[in-house]
């Protein structure tokens, strides 16, 4: 079956802009995870979706950093105003439920801001 | 906040050798899991280890957990050069629903 896909694979973006960042989780996975990993680093967790439950959203590093995801299918990540230090790759992972469950994860997003 | 903290940071063997790695965790856990990422496949789930369990194997990969030190360790047996990857260890507990991931330990095997 597919796997979670993420879109685009690249994105190069100015400084200033906004950027769209869109993860399509595996059907039937309930949970949904954003994370960024800066080069050479480990896993950075910015949000989670579990069903209808209000998203968790404390990892999120600031107010420029918004999610949305429709039911439980497609999420969108938006960045707003990037800056420089948002350059990292964005993987999104989807799970049944909980933490519980093993994360399969899309291949990510590379994010460069110039 | 990073909970899992993977040892040793890097880690170079040559095929055919066995590679260790740790991972030590802060709070209680339900269960332990163990990534790969490397450029072919991005990050993949590995094996997972109930907070019941003390040990469990699949193919190459033997995993320990001992909830009493909070730690746990991976053993990938006969290594190959398709081994050389980052391996990261993540934490799940009890309500929180989310993985705590460590910072990982790189591995490269050289033919």
């Known amino acids: 079956g597919a796997g979670v896909s993420q879109s685009p694979s690249n994105k190069v973006t100015e400084k200033g802009k906004d950027v769209e960042l869109r993860c399509d989780p595996i059907?039937?996975?309930?949970?949904l995870y954003w994370y960024r990993q800066r080069l050479g680093q480990g896993l950075e967790f910015l949000i989670y979706?579990?069903?209808?439950?209000?998203?968790?959203k404390s990892g999120l590093p600031s107010d420029r950093f918004s999610a949305e995801r429709t039911g439980e299918s497609v999420s969108t990540l938006t960045i707003q105003r990037t800056q420089q230090e948002d350059s990292a790759v964005y993987l999104c992972?989807?799970?049944?439920?909980?933490?519980?469950?093993?994360?399969?994860f899309g291949p990510g997003t590379r994010l460069t801001v110039t | 906040s990073q909970q899992g903290e993977e040892d040793p940071q890097a880690l170079s063997i040559q095929e055919g050798e066995n590679a260790t790695m740790n991972c030590s965790y802060k709070?209680?856990?339900?269960?332990l899991q163990w990534y790969r990422q490397n450029s072919g496949r991005g990050l993949v789930h590995l094996i997972l280890?109930?907070?019941n369990e003390r040990e469990k194997h699949s193919g190459r990969l033997r995993v320990t957990l001992d909830t009493s030190k909070k730690s746990s360790s991976l053993l990938i047996t006969a290594s190959r050069a398709a081994d050389t990857a980052s391996y990261f260890c993540?934490?799940?507990?009890?309500?929180?629903?989310?993985?705590?991931w460590g910072l990982g330990t790189s591995l490269a095997v050289n033919p």
């Open positions: 059907s039937g996975h309930t949970a």
């Open positions: 280890i109930r907070s």
């Open positions: 993540a934490t799940g507990a009890g309500n929180n629903r989310k993985l705590i």
């Open positions: 992972a989807s799970s049944f439920a909980s933490g519980r469950y093993e994360q399969y």
């Open positions: 979706f579990q069903g209808n439950s209000a998203p968790d």
């Open positions: 709070t209680s856990i339900n269960n």
